[in-house]
């Protein structure tokens, strides 16, 4: 019987050979629980009546979205986080160290083959790594907690077929959008989108990670990349047969199967306020921009604030634009002053942050207010999520709204 990579993901974790449909109980590699669903996380495990956590080795604790906190209820949730981590004995706690879905790869945590969930939709992201991953409730978390394992339906696949090279300007975030916009918000419902092809397997790991990222805007249950040599050296693993076998076979049958020639690519955005609702940035040039946020679990990565350093060298933000920086996780931040990308742009005029969710969420400053146009790198730009339901959020790669920072208004890379 043929599989698809998932297939084989999942069909490993059970013992058993699966297809689409069917409904199995996954033995759980890794959990992620952050600030935001901490507290009832841990109210659900006591009510349950739960006595210790199944394995506190394979639970990660991280403080991302209120950090630094704004209002204070936040303060709640990391007394509450604190007491249940000391209380059950988790040791992997992240208070300051960068966003959940950067850390559970960056710190070594999601490997090629794991199966992993997380208390936030943005879970899919450890896709990058050739796992399956997916966000679920505080009720299944609590549940997973206690007994390590939770149920699965097997998801049908889409293949992204995606080859050759892309024109100068375009980037993983390009791509990842135009095929929202050719699926649609609802397009991927619990199905995986399986990505490969020669432009696929030239991508750094990063680039991946935006693509695995978004597959949730499409309605996917994971977003998912064979995993290959730049997975295991990222992952700090030997690229041997287990990880091998990790790939779809010949003959796996697909639900669609969409193909792309990355030639034919071009910049583009996810106009206000829909993520599906893509144009090429050509088509929304000239529009005004208040402000610029480069960051996120998308974009906040190193090869992002490199790309965007590029475009500002040597050039100034528009005046009346506030350009605000946010790596993705500490090691970020190091690593970026340490090859000079945060002192271009400091000397660009950006406003750089303490790694961590920020605007994208809505939090730690940089919010907006009716009729203020900003242009971010993030992955959603839904009413209100950055201000009040009357900010306008177009989703743009880090190329893009670099560019757009220097310009004042909305303008292509290249």
Known sequence: MAHTLIEKVIGRNVGKEVKPGDIVTAKVDWCMVDDIMVAFVAQKFEEMGFQKIWDPDKVVL?????LPATQTDDCRQFKIGNEFAEKYGIKNVHRTDGICHQLMTEAGYVKPGDIAFGTDSH?????????????????????????????????ETIQVVVDGVMPEGVTSKDLILRVIGDLTASGATYQALEFCGSTIDNMSVSSRMTMANMAVEAGAKCGIFVPDEKTCEY????????????????????????????????????????????????????????QVFLGSCTNGRLEDLQTAAAVLKGKKVAPFVKFIVTPASRKVYRDAL?????????????????????????????????????????????????????????????????ACAIAGEIVSPV
């Open 62 to 66: 991280i403080y991302d979205h209120f």
């Open 123 to 155: 879970t899919v992201t450890y896709g990058c790594v050739g796992a399956f991953s997916t966000g679920i409730g505080y009720t299944e978390m609590a549940g997973i907690l206690g007994t390590g394992e939770l149920w699965i339906k097997v998801p």
């Open 235 to 290: 992952c700090k693993i030997p690229y041997d047969d287990k990880v091998k076998a990790l790939r779809p076979d010949a003959d796996a049958v697909y639900s669609r199967v969409m193909t792309y020639r990355a030639e034919d690519l071009v910049p583009v955005v996810a106009c206000p306020s829909q993520v599906d609702a893509i144009k090429p940035v050509s088509e929304a040039a000239g529009t005004k921009v208040d």
């Open 338 to 402: 340490a090859d000079g990308t945060l002192k271009i742009l400091a000397e660009a005029g950006a406003i750089i942050t303490t790694p961590g969710c920020g605007l994208c969420c809505g939090r730690a400053g940089g919010i907006l207010t009716d009729d203020e146009v900003v242009v971010a790198t993030n992955n959603r730009n839904f009413l209100g999520r950055m201000g009040t339901s009357k900010v306008k959020i177009y989703l743009a790669s880090p190329a893009t709204a670099a």
